[in-house]
T-cell receptor, first 112, second 117 residues
Framework: DGGITQSPKYLFRKEGQNVTLSCEQN?????MYWYRQDPGQGLRLIYY???????QKGDIAEGYSVSREKKESFPLTVTSAQKNPTAFYLC???????????FGQGTRLTVV | AQSVTQLGSHVSVSEGALVLLRCNYS??????LFWYVQYPNQGLQLLLK??????LVKGINGFEAEFKKSETSFHLTKPSAHMSDAAEYFC???????????????FGPGTSLSVIP
């Protein structure tokens, strides 16, 4: 079945560490997105990418980095510069002319 | 600029009662509108979408929504709530002339639905 796979489902980070969240899709979608979800705040866009080797900052990109070396993959690195990284992270993808986004199952990141 | 408002961060209904979740939007061009559902610790799943065809849209699990341009609303309804409907619901709007992946999607803050047995 086609879909979006995020891993790991749960991730713990120590203060000062960088961690990388994986997102892989086999839907042949052009665009991929990373959202951060905090209670009561809905989804906020971190980064997005329309094509390979190109990506743009979203509304809350500070402290995060991404790469898009393959169409299927869009990993997100949460750097030590992100002061409050504890959140639920969601990856999504769409066709270029697709209406809706398809979401992965999410990664819950906790700072310990 | 586009925005989405969901009235009521928490809604409780009795099992078998009508579900009504409210969504209002602002958009400078005819929008695409979506309702997504999220169960605890899971991703978002599309319930239904409006893309400028019929104004009454039917989705999965018995949900439907009506696009009312004059009221800038896209409220979600279900005639009879089931226990399995307890979840977080998000309304979203996408605008832009071409409606491509380059057009931003704005999500509302979400409404948590509880179903009382």
């Amino acid at each position: 079945d086609g879909g979006i796979t995020q891993s790991p489902k749960y991730l713990f980070r120590k203060e000062g560490q960088n961690v990388t969240l994986s997102c892989e899709q086999n839907l042949n979608h052009d665009a991929m997105y990373w959202y951060r979800q905090d209670p009561g705040q809905g989804l906020r866009l971190i980064y997005y990418s329309q094509i390979v080797n190109d990506f743009q900052k979203g509304d809350i990109a500070e402290g995060y980095s991404v790469s898009r070396e393959k169409k299927e993959s869009f990993p997100l690195t949460v750097t030590s510069a992100q002061k409050n990284p504890t959140a639920f992270y969601l990856c999504a993808s769409t066709h270029l002319r697709g209406a809706e986004a398809f979401f992965g199952q999410g990664t819950r990141l906790t700072v310990v | 600029a586009q925005s989405v408002t969901q009235l009521g961060s928490h809604v409780s209904v009795s099992e078998g009662a009508l579900v009504l979740l409210r969504c209002n939007y602002s958009s400078s061009v005819p929008p695409y509108l979506f309702w997504y559902v999220q169960y605890p610790n899971q991703g978002l799943q599309l319930l239904l979408k409006y893309t400028s065809a019929a104004t009454l849209v039917k989705g999965i699990n018995g949900f439907e929504a009506e696009f009312k341009k004059s009221e800038t609303s896209f409220h979600l309804t279900k005639p009879s709530a089931h226990m399995s409907d307890a979840a977080e619901y998000f309304c979203a709007v996408k605008e832009g002339v071409e409606k491509t992946s380059y057009d931003k999607v704005i999500f509302g803050p979400g409404t948590s639905l509880s179903v009382i047995p």
